[in-house]
């Protein structure tokens, strides 16, 4: 399909559904490639809706077998039906029924929307319009209906059949080689919410008792063989589970609750009714196949899709434009129960470098749209950084914006008032306009403008009148389409250091929300503060308290300062990343400052060495991320144009090796304090331990790369789990040589039998900075491991490969067409997949004018390209315009 004929799909177009489906009933028939789909409709008029309007079911790749309305064959005259559409000319002004039958064929469906097999087992994903390729339907989710469902199959292939809300019968049917079960959910939902499984799986399962009295048995699916990999999620699971209980005060609704793991997954997962579908790499777990980071993103995912029953499915969004209602929401009550599991300030940090690095950078080029877009011509190309990570952000300045109190009895509101309902972002915030008594008329800006607003501050010392006046000005570029911008109110928390810690804040500013909180939502303002008796140290954005860039020219000496004195976690690890990125995008630009950075490592170094050996083995976590430094793609962002990757590159890695030569003795010590740990355990602190200790060895690899290649051999050897192992294995690729090739190999053994673990052997080899990563890894696509229908496969080493920078932007253009070509391939089977992909072009137009050039040539090359799916074109289209 070509871009420009796709219909754009506009919120202000939003009308009611001029029909609505009270009850679905299905009967399926699985089979590999003639699954038979029976869909029994309630349907009524919308007294909403338009009266005598013919009813239009949604379709994809449909073809209609029999049509039945209130038990009789339909006049063929009376309706038509095509791969898309099923039009009813003129229903009934009443109550009816609709049976539909169709036939699919779920092995060739190789996009994995609708239903499809993944290594035998049948499944399904929905959201955002994939059921319409099972049956067809009003398939948008403010159509909301109760569902039945009847699942048939071989008992050999499929002896488990499972689907939303409970089971309510189960049995064998006539002949002995297939049985079928029946489930009932008894909430309505959207179409998108369901899902069903068949397949020969194992499982765990446990019983739960919610707070208000219901007895659920929790169960987690995965491959055969591989429930001992199931233990840590059923773990999280019932963990979450507590936990909103608590903090939200939201039980569960059903008697059953089911997780199931596939190895074929577009996404991470899907929080279908009591029936969860995982993206196996977020549900299996052991020390031997699992790294800490995936025990931690286990965690919050597992908790995120559980969380979802009520931010999501209980409350549903009233159209796609509202997707942040659910995700946005959503990914901030999972990043506050890891907050509350782990390390808060960890996690912070954490989610500010994914935040920046993922959601900054989409905000920063041609991709950029508000939290809640206005227009969209393929809703799948709007599953972004911006609406989830950056629509969580949103509701945690909401938070501090009215505390703590207002926010829970606003959630409550919500709850209570919406519940059952498809909402929008009115109703949400209007619940909270009331519990806090605010107008959020300006606050809800955030959902409609995009881009990243840069606060510039600068402060002024008064010893005689002893004040201190912080002047804040807020601008926000141009993103496309939003040429204007207007201030959006920010929060911005900040402290006062002196030399004994935090001054108290006195001021009588009306910008002074009380709480260490000022709030700037004009273009700018000042605010004094009274009884400053020393020049202070400003603190500013602590906790990273709105999602902008900041601009406050301290010297190196006051925020090495902030390092070592700031009360607020977040500063003080935000103090030392600023010093290095501000010497990384200075020696980024221009290649003569390259002899500042050793003056900086030497600074840093000077300020690690102490915390190093006093602080850090009280809180390795919280080292750990005081040592990495900024990522190579934020240095590009701050840059901006001309973007050269490879001065970037040169300059990341001097300012590593020389902070390495300079800790050298210290980075070894630590190793050896943060050794003494017993057998594996995946808790923070055990993992922080070992995220310090392999922070320590990357640095050592770098700068004494003799002395690196050694440890980490020795690591691989001796580790008794995955993320030393794997660690060692990352280190061992910054040292080209032998010994590399020879632990790259001896990796490729030991996991021969493990894909996921095999995804990150190809991820570690697409990440290493060296010309010869191209070659190496179009070899790997020949490797067995590799296969380009498993979207898994394709992240780690295609995608691994379009995010490394410098090989990604080869100056000869050849990252780039390797790249498009890859998308141009897998469009063809997977498009979602492919147009993923293809947004790895995002920040193309940054760069110098010889890759620039080149970047665009493939971009061209792609959008020309005949019969491309809607989600590759939308992409291209748009990173072009
Ligand atoms: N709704 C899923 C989540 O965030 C994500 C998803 C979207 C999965 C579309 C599949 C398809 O929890
Ligand atoms: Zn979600």
Known sequence: MRSEDTPLIRLEDYRPSDWLIDTVDLDIALHPTKTRVRALLGMRPNPAGQPGAPLVLDGDELSLGALRLDGLLIDES????????????APPARRFTLMIDTEID??????????????????????????????????????????TVRLEAAKLAAPVLLSNGN?????????????????????????????????????????????????????????????GRAGWAMDCLVRCMRWDERVFGRNYDLDVFNVVAVSDFNMGAMENKGLNIFNDKYVLADPQTATDGDYASIEAIIAHEYFHNWTGNRITCRDWFQLCLKEGLTVFRDQEFSADERSRPVKRIADVRTLRTTQFSEDAGPLAHPVRPRAYKEINNFYTPTVYEKGAEVIRMLKLLIGDGAFRAGMDLYFQRCDGTAATIEDFLACFAETSGRDLAQFALWYEQSGTPTIVASGRHDAAAR??????????????????????????ALGLVGTGGDLPLRTASPAYAGDGVIVLDQPSLSVTFSDVAEPPIPSLLRGFSAPVRLELDLADGDLLRL????????????????????????????????NALVATAGELAGALGDFLRVQAPADPAFAAQVLRLPGQADIAREIGAHVDPDAIHAAHRGLSVEIGLQLGAHLLVLRDILNTQARYSPDAASAGRRALRNEALGLIALSAPD???????????????????????????????????????????????????????????????????????KALMQHPAFSLTNPNRVR?????????LTQ?????????????????????????????????????????????????????????????SRDVADIAERTLA
């Open 808 to 868: 990604f932007n080869r100056a000869d253009g050849e990252g780039y067409a390797f790249v498009a070509d890859i998308v141009i391939a897998l469009d063809r089977t997977n498009p979602q997949v492919a147009s993923r992909l293809l947004g790895s072009f995002k920040s193309w137009r940054m760069l110098e004018p010889g890759r620039k050039v080149l970047a665009e040539a493939k971009l061209a090359m792609v959008a020309q390209t005949p019969n491309l």
């Open 167 to 227: 089971l309510v019968a189960a049995g064998e049917v006539p002949g002995g080689e297939r049985h079928f079960t029946v489930w009932h959910d008894p909430h309505p939902k959207p179409a998108y919410l369901f899902a069903l499984v068949g397949g020969a799986l194992d499982h765990v399962r446990q019983n739960y008792v919610t707070a208000d009295g219901r007895s659920v048995e929790l169960a987690v699916y995965v491959e055969p063989g591989k429930a």
């Open 78 to 89: 009376a309706y038509s039906a095509t791969p898309q559409k099923l039009t009813l000319h």
């Open 796 to 804: 780690s080493l295609i995608g691994g490969f379009a995010a490394n």
């Open 106 to 147: 779920p092995s060739a469906n190789t996009k994995l929307m609708g239903l499809y097999r993944s290594s035998r087992v049948y499944c399904t994903q929905c959201e955002a319009d994939g059921f319409r390729r099972i049956s067809y339907f009003l398939d948008r989710p403010d159509v909301m209906s109760v569902y």
């Open 563 to 594: 390092f070592a004195a700031d009360s607020d976690p977040f500063n003080r690890w935000q103090a030392l990343q600023t010093v290095a990125s501000r010497a990384l995008v200075a020696a980024g630009r221009d290649a003569t400052k390259h």
């Open 707 to 777: 002395a690196g290649a050694g440890l980490a051999a020795a690591q691989f050897s001796s580790a008794d789990n995955l993320t030393d192992r794997l660690a060692a294995l990352a280190a061992m690729t910054l040292v080209p040589g032998d010994a590399r090739e020879d632990l790259i190999a001896r990796f490729a053994q030991t996991y021969a039998a493990e894909p996921l673990v095999l995804d990150k052997w190809l991820m570690a080899q697409a990440l290493i900075p060296e010309a010869g990563t191209l070659d190496r890894v």
């Open 467 to 492: 004040t201190y006046t912080l002047d804040l000005a807020q601008t926000t570029a141009p993103t496309p389409g939003q040429p204007d911008k207007r201030p959006v109110v920010l929060p911005v």
